[in-house]
């Protein structure tokens, strides 16, 4: 009995003190890109370092206006800001962001303990200054009362070697821009009412958008792939009103896309979501 009762706590132990996995947040002024990263805390080779699903969720200010514009930067993975949480009843005052990995179970994440792995980068494409970007634990009073509501706000790295969710905290939690002036930031909404259909698309799909202004010049439809690759332009038609274009998509990757307005003199929209599956 005493020997059963030593395995059983062994094993419990042993459990207990798997090493878990920390989210770093970082932001550089000058560029005014983010970055996330994991610090592991243990290291797992083969298949333990198996990654069967991620979402990092970002916390910002009801009020701002942000959209990011993600690049992996771990060759082969996909990142997509999948889910927003506006203004909920829980936190009034924020918004909340989740951005997931698309394309798990994966073994690409290199797992070294103590080894920081940048994960993606991103920068705000609706353009100018967020504010506060925070990361908040998944046992936050804010999280709790969100949660309560319905809504998966909960910060999650399921690695096969932990036996369950590996996050365990953060390296940083909060970084804040400084405030961005220049052309690229938009002093006002210019357009309105995307809609896409279908979702997904496989063959054809149908954007349309309304025009609000013409006071920054003619406008173009920017469409871009998840590592930022420009895969369509064209020039957005003139007018203000209702606007409509068809694509013809049956040759694009599958995958999500990005579709962001531009203006002649610097400025953009935030982006908006495509999906294309064959």
């Known amino acids: 009995m005493k020997n059963i009762t030593a395995a059983f706590l062994f094993l419990l132990l042993s459990n207990a003190t798997y090493a878990q996995v920390k989210f770093n947040l970082g932001y550089e002024e000058t560029t005014h890109v983010y970055t996330l990263s994991i610090v592991p805390e243990t290291t797992w080779e083969m298949p333990k370092n198996m990654v069967s699903s991620a979402q990092i969720v970002l916390r910002i200010d009801a009020g701002s206006e942000f959209t990011p514009g993600i690049t992996s930067l ?36 290199k797992m070294i303990a103590g080894e920081e792995v940048p994960l993606f980068s991103f920068v705000n494409a609706a353009g ?6 925070t990361l908040l634990a998944n046992d936050d009073p804010a999280v709790q009362a969100v949660r309560s509501a319905g809504y998966n ?8 070697g932990a036996r369950k969710n590996a996050f365990s905290g953060f390296e940083n939690a909060t970084v804040e821009c400084a405030s ?7 002093s006002g909404k210019l357009v309105d009412d995307v809609k896409v259909s279908p979702v997904p698309a496989d063959k054809s799909a149908t954007i349309q958008w309304t025009l609000l202004s013409e006071a920054h010049g003619f406008c173009q439809i920017l469409i871009c792939d998840t590592q ?35 203006f002649d003199r610097g400025q953009r929209t935030k982006s908006w979501n495509m999906m294309v599956i064959h």
């Open 153 to 160: 706000v909960t910060q999650h790295f399921a690695v096969l």
């Open 228 to 262: 930022g690759r420009e895969v369509f332009r064209q020039k957005a038609g003139a007018g203000t009103g209702l606007h409509t274009l068809n694509l013809d998509v049956q040759n694009w990757q599958p995958g999500l896309y990005r579709i962001q307005f531009a």
């Open 180 to 186: 961005v002036t220049g052309t690229d930031e938009l």
């Open 128 to 133: 100018g200054c967020a504010g506060a970007v």
């Open 74 to 109: 771990v060759d082969g993975l996909v990142w997509a800001d999948n889910a927003y949480v506006e203004h909920p009843d829980g936190d009034p005052e924020h918004s909340f962001v989740c951005i997931s990995l698309v394309n798990g179970p994966t073994s690409l994440i």
